[in-house]
Structures are given as structure tokens and as C-alpha cells.
């Protein structure tokens, strides 16, 4: 008898890991969405129209929006609501959710005001049962359409990072295990800020070199905060570190990316906000690492600036200079 996976959370990542773990046919698969009606369209028409237009969710995955029927008899659940909404969605879950089942997180981002990572909140409400981070790059609209991609999953717990890797590997889907939970979220968080520095320089024409620079200083001042969190160096240098930050900085579906590309070309947060199908979690990560970064004293230069643009009116032509004319580095 195989497992039963539960998906929470009716996004573009939510769907295309649903899709992915019905390919194994040993696995039963639910996938919760919070709209009823939502829910009952894509259990009809088969497709995520609105973030996956185009890509067939299999007959196997149950879509539902009650989530008591969803959770039922789940063996492990996938985590996938935004960061923001994760909190109120884990205090509706928590009375169903007896058993000490573990909890995949697919969420990147950190939360604004308590800074804690989604793997922390989902602990610190659903008590201390075992959760796996899974970070890498690792696009919807590529994973949903079984182009190959390569992730980490990530725990204290060893042996449950290799059951996640069992549950989630197929032939074009490649699990790693790491045991430097915090380095994969803060890695999965991070990068979507430095993604919406190199949006802005895709939106002012920068160029490929601008943004090799970007990427390369990124990394760095990455690596930086997440150190100063607890997190091995060496995470960055992985699939959830660079991994991530190339992908989420050259993507075309990239949503992050699109902000920064959007506020480039002169709109305002609250355009872009209005309009964007999904949420671009480094937002509000960038407010969050903002605040953090001033409270332990570490130097994050490019998420300076991209939070003075994001929130302080700064233009995007002004941080660029900002970020060009700081003080000479060796
Ligand atoms: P965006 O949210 O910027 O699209 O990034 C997705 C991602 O994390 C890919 O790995």
C-alpha cells in the first residue's frame, strides 16, 4: 500500500507538485484549494487554467476544497500557501491535523514581523512534528510539464528528508537531502530579492554583465545573512542557493523577476501588485531581511536597496547609483 500525499495550497507550485506526485501510481494524491469554486473547475476542466493554462492535472489527483476530506488518511502533507497566508491557514488546519504527520514546506519566503521561517511557523503552531523544506530551482510551469529539474530536500531529520526524496523522485524530478534546513529557506528567501534587483535591470536595459554581477554579489550578501542565521556557507553554493538564484533571475515566468523588471520600467508596486496573477514572495521577504539585517548589523546592500525602491519611492536609476558608488571594496 503506497501513501496518501496532500497537497495544501491551489497555486501554480501546489498543482505542479500534485502533478508530479501522481506520477507515481503508487501514491494517492489530494490537492486543497481554498476557493470552492476554484476547486470545483479545476476538478472539472482537469487544469490550473489561470497559472498552468494548458497543462493536464491527471484524473488520480482529488481536488477538493474541503480540507478535512483532504487531509484524511494523509500520510504527508506538502505545504504550499504563501508565506503571509501561511500562519491563518496552519491555525485552521491545526485542529484536523491529530496524528503527527510530517509537513513538506514549499514556501519561500520569511515571515514579516516574526521573521521566522515557514518550517518555524509550521512548528511552532502544529507543535513539533518533523518538517522537510524543499528548495531548489524549480519553476511550476517547467516542473508541471515535466521538463527536468533538480531540488533539496531539507531536514534536521535525516531519514525523513530521504522518505520526502522517495515520495518526490521520478525520472525528470532529482531529490537531494541536506540537513541545513535553515540554509535551504533562507537560500529559497533570499534569492527572490536579489530576483527582483535583476528584474530591475532587465526593466533599465542593464545587460547580461550587470546582471552576472548582480548574481555573483547576491550570492554574497546571501550567504552573508543566511551565515549570520545559522545556516552553512555551503548551502549557497547548492542547488537552493545558486540553484535558485539563477533560475529566479533569468526566468520568463519568474515573478519576483517581473516586479523588478516592471518597477525598472517605471510602475509602481501597488500597479504591478494589482495585476499579478501570484504573489511575489520577496516583497515581502525584502522587508523582512530589511529589518532583520539592521537588528544583527549585516551588511545587505542589494536588499537595501531594492526595500528602498520596493517601499521608500527611491527610482531604480538612484539604487543603481547607490549600489555603484558605495565606498571601494577590496
Ligand atoms: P518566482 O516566485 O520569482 O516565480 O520564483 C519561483 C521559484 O522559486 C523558482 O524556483
Not at 508541471?144 to 522518505?163: E, T, Y
Not at 536579489?194 to 547576491?218: E, M, P, Q, S, W
Amino acid at each position: 500500500m503506497g501513501n496518501k500525499v496532500t497537497v495544501l495550497g491551489g497555486g501554480a507550485m501546489g498543482t505542479a507538485c500534485a502533478i508530479l506526485l501522481s506520477e507515481n501510481p503508487e501514491q494517492e494524491v489530494a490537492l486543497w484549494t481554498r476557493n470552492p469554486e476554484h476547486a470545483a473547475i479545476m476538478a472539472q476542466s482537469r487544469q490550473n487554467e489561470r497559472l498552468l493554462p494548458g497543462v493536464k492535472i491527471p484524473a488520480s489527483v482529488a481536488i477538493t476544497a474541503d480540507v478535512a476530506a483532504a487531509i484524511e488518511g494523509a500520510d504527508i502533507l506538502v505545504a504550499a500557501v504563501p508565506t503571509a497566508f501561511l500562519r491563518e491557514a496552519l491555525t485552521d488546519w491545526a485542529p484536523l491535523l491529530t496524528a503527527d504527520r510530517p509537513m513538506v514546506s514549499v514556501i519561500k519566503g520569511i515571515e514579516n514581523e516574526t521573521f521566522l521561517r515557514p518550517s518555524e511557523i509550521i512548528s511552532e503552531i502544529l507543535g513539533h512534528r518533523g518538517v522537510v523544506a524543499l528548495g531548489g530551482p524549480s519553476h511550476a510551469e517547467e516542473i508541471s510539464r515535466r521538463l527536468p529539474a533538480s531540488v533539496v530536500a531539507a531536514s534536521g531529520d535525516l531519514s525523513l528528508a530521504k522518505r520526502v526524496q522517495d515520495i518526490f523522485t521520478t525520472d525528470r524530478f532529482r531529490v537531494y537531502t541536506n540537513l541545513d534546513i535553515i540554509g535551504v529557506e533562507m537560500a529559497a528567501a533570499l534569492k527572490n530579492i536579489v530576483a527582483i534587483a535583476a528584474g530591475i535591470c532587465d526593466g533599465l536595459g542593464f545587460g547580461d554583465n550587470a546582471k552576472a554581477g548582480l548574481i555573483t554579489r547576491g550570492l554574497v550578501e546571501m550567504t552573508r545573512f543566511g551565515t549570520a542565521m545559522g545556516a552553512e556557507a555551503s548551502t549557497f553554493s547548492g542547488l537552493a542557493g545558486i540553484g535558485d538564484l539563477v533560475t529566479t533571475c533569468v526566468s520568463p515566468y519568474g515573478r519576483n523577476r517581473e516586479v523588478g523588471e516592471r518597477l525598472g520600467k517605471g510602475e509602481t508596486l501597488e500597479q504591478i501588485q494589482a495585476d499579478m496573477k501570484s504573489v511575489a514572495e520577496g516583497v515581502w521577504t525584502t522587508r523582512s531581511v530589511y529589518e532583520l539585517s539592521d537588528q544583527r548589523d549585516v551588511d545587505m546592500p542589494i536588499a537595501n536597496e531594492v526595500y528602498q525602491v520596493l517601499f521608500e519611492g527611491k527610482s531604480p536609476t538612484d539604487a543603481t547609483e547607490s549600489l555603484m558608488l558605495r565606498p571601494p571594496k577590496r
